[in-house]
Structures are given as structure tokens and as C-alpha cells.
């Protein structure tokens, strides 16, 4: 079955840019029925959405953090990354990735997640 | 945007109860909400789609049910392994919300 698992930094310093990626294993990114996420989540805390992003490269991005974030889809190597830069210590949490299976009659189904990984902003 | 509001935020309950979580959204969502469940150190875990629908490998116990703005996630018989946090997720609309949480412990 398709698996997800995300990869990098666990520290970063304060107006760094973070960097993400997802690798997809099990299945290809290509396909045209799912779009790819990342949602994150500060210790202890909600989860919160942060974007997606389609093979195409067509990406929607959580209005707030727009102007710092990019996505990127590498479909050679099964792979999707997140940029975000100016980081402080808000965008501290665990980041998951997630495929998200849209539908008229369902909504968009985030299912399965990587494990998640910590990132920590600190100088 | 379209807030979310769970309940409780904490439950206490034993093994073999029923219990109830509640999810409800400031505007009409249709059937547009899942149900996860997450334990510490762990990713959320799919449970519930489209408000009813039962995610494949997930237990019968647990159901949805809703639509509109009232959502519940009702698990049947409490089992050892369902004591954790469960979050509900609207999909209608960008920003794709989440509650705040349920935190279900051991009473």
C-alpha cells in the first residue's frame, strides 16, 4: 500500500527557510485522482493545514502563510517539498505529509499520513 | 472561514462505554467532515470520511453521523486501544479546518 515519509532538518534557525520533503512509496504521484498535502501541528497543539500541490505543480496554499511558502513536486523521484521561509519559533511543530483524495460527493480525504517529523525553530 | 467547534475538549470513560464527540461548524459544510484519531507520538489516523463513511481496517464500533453543521463520532463499546485524541476536519472549504480536539482517557 502507498506509504509517505518525511525528511528533513529537525533544526532550523530563526529567519532560515525550512525545507521539507515527502517521498511516496507504493504508488505514483502521477496519478490524476490525488493532490498532495502537508498539514502541521505545534506540540501539544491543533492541526493546521498548510497546502497542497498537484503533479502538475498546481498548488493551493493556507492564505497565512502564503507569502512564505512554496511547493514543489519532483514526479522523477516520487517526491514533494515544502519551502518556508522567515521562520520563527510559531512555525515550530511536527509536519506531516498526506495524500488528499478530493470528491464532489465526499470532500477530500487526507488518508494515508507520513509519521511526521519535528521541526524545531532555535537559534 | 469556517470554525470549528468540538466537545468535549476532555472525556473520562471506561472500557465497554458508549461515547459521544461532537463537532460543529459556524456554516453548512454538507457532508464535508472526517474523523481522526491520533495517539502520542503518532500521525492522525483516518477513521471516518463524508461525514458516515467508514475508512477500510477501521473498527465498526466506531460511526459518524451529520450533516450541516452537527457532526458526532460515536464509538460503540470502548475498547483499551481507543483511548486517545480524536480531531474532526471540515473539507468544504480552503483552510479545510480542524476541531480543536478530544482528549478520551481512562476513567
Known amino acids: 500500500q502507498v506509504q509517505l515519509q518525511e525528511s528533513g532538518p529537525g533544526l532550523v534557525k530563526p529567519s532560515q527557510t525550512l525545507s521539507l520533503t515527502c517521498t511516496v512509496s507504493?504508488?505514483?504521484?502521477?496519478?490524476?485522482?490525488?493532490?498532495w498535502s502537508w498539514i502541521r501541528q505545534p506540540p501539544g497543539k491543533g492541526l493546521e493545514w498548510i497546502g497542497y500541490?498537484?503533479?502538475?505543480?498546481?498548488?493551493r496554499y493556507h492564505p497565512s502563510l502564503k507569502s512564505r511558502l512554496t511547493m514543489s513536486v519532483d514526479t522523477s523521484k516520487n517526491q514533494f517539498s515544502l519551502k518556508l521561509s522567515s521562520v520563527t519559533a510559531a512555525d515550530t511543530a511536527f509536519y506531516y505529509c498526506?495524500?488528499?483524495?478530493?470528491?464532489?460527493?465526499?470532500?477530500?480525504?487526507?488518508?494515508?499520513w507520513g509519521q511526521g517529523t519535528l521541526v524545531i525553530v532555535s537559534s | 472561514d469556517i470554525q470549528m467547534t468540538q466537545s468535549p475538549s476532555s472525556l473520562s470513560a471506561s472500557v465497554g462505554d458508549r461515547v459521544t464527540i461532537t463537532c460543529r461548524t459556524s456554516?453548512?459544510?454538507?457532508?464535508?467532515l472526517n474523523w481522526y484519531q491520533q495517539k502520542p507520538g503518532k500521525a492522525p489516523k483516518l477513521l471516518i470520511y463524508?461525514?458516515?463513511d467508514l475508512q477500510s481496517g477501521v473498527p465498526s464500533r466506531f460511526s459518524g453521523s451529520g450533516s450541516g453543521t452537527d457532526f458526532t463520532l460515536t464509538i460503540s463499546t470502548l475498547q483499551p486501544e481507543d483511548f486517545a485524541t480524536y480531531f474532526c476536519?471540515?473539507?468544504?472549504?480552503?483552510?479545510?479546518?480542524f476541531g480543536q480536539g478530544t482528549k478520551l482517557e481512562i476513567k
Open positions: 476536519q471540515q473539507t468544504y472549504s480552503i483552510l479545510y479546518t
Open positions: 498526506a495524500r488528499d483524495s478530493p470528491s464532489p460527493t465526499r470532500g477530500r480525504v487526507y488518508d494515508p
Open positions: 500541490i498537484y503533479y502538475t505543480g498546481n498548488t
Open positions: 507504493g504508488g505514483s504521484i502521477s496519478s490524476a485522482t490525488y493532490y
Open positions: 456554516q453548512t459544510i454538507d457532508n464535508y
Open positions: 463524508a461525514a458516515s
